[in-house]
């Protein structure tokens, strides 16, 4: 028996399956980091000083580079995307392969931050700032290692489906896609607000 919607849209929604999923579990991790950054402008809005006195300073210039790594996996994740739409798989694996690349590029760089500041003594306990800093940094984090684990297997493995069922390949690739371009977003929010104000 075949699910239907998987590639064709549903006529009350005019969206297929997954793609109304993925909407749907967008909007709790928007709950989620908007709960976070609610907290953290109360948590702002009572203190006189922000950072707190004694807070390290935040490498900005590694976050810039950061932030401009993402926003290139995102343009590469919807190359990706649009490769099928051409039919064209080879395009696919190029702009997912980039994509993948730039996700680990964005973990490395990011880890490199973590060691300098945990090697110095700066721990989440180290007052507020860093509390908030390293919660909110590291969920990022995790949702990008959840990522790359989806488009690893895309990439891979997964990618076997084009040859038996094309639609509903893109359509996964597609929400692949979306999930990817809110990791970003959520980054370009982090970043002014943890590194620039």
Do not use: Q
């Not at 749907?24 to 907290?39: K, P, Q, R, T």
């Not at 401009?68 to 649009?82: D, E, F, G, K, M």
């Amino acid at each position: 028996m075949d699910i239907p919607y998987t590639v064709s849209a549903r006529k009350d929604t005019g969206l297929y399956n997954g793609k109304l999923g993925l909407w749907l579990f967008l909007a709790s991790e928007v709950m989620l980091f908007g709960g976070l950054f609610s907290a953290l402008v109360l948590i702002r809005v009572g203190n006189a000083v922000w950072p707190p006195a004694g807070t390290p300073e935040l490498n900005v210039a590694l976050a810039t580079f950061n932030t401009a790594v993402l926003i290139t996996s995102s343009v590469t994740a919807i190359l990706s995307w649009a490769s099928l739409a051409k039919k064209d798989l080879g395009g696919f694996k190029k702009y997912m392969g980039i994509t993948i690349v730039c996700g680990f590029i964005f973990l490395m760089a990011k880890s490199f931050e973590y060691y300098g500041k945990l090697s110095h003594g700066v721990v989440p306990s180290t007052n507020v700032f860093m509390g908030v800093y390293y919660t909110m940094t590291f969920l990022h984090v995790l949702h990008v290692i959840g990522g790359l684990a989806v488009m690893i297997y895309l990439w891979g493995p997964g990618s076997k489906m084009w040859h038996t069922n094309p639609g509903r390949f893109s359509n996964r690739i597609e929400c692949t896609g979306l999930y990817w371009h809110f990791v970003d977003l959520v980054w370009i929010f982090l970043f002014p607000v943890l590194y620039l104000l």
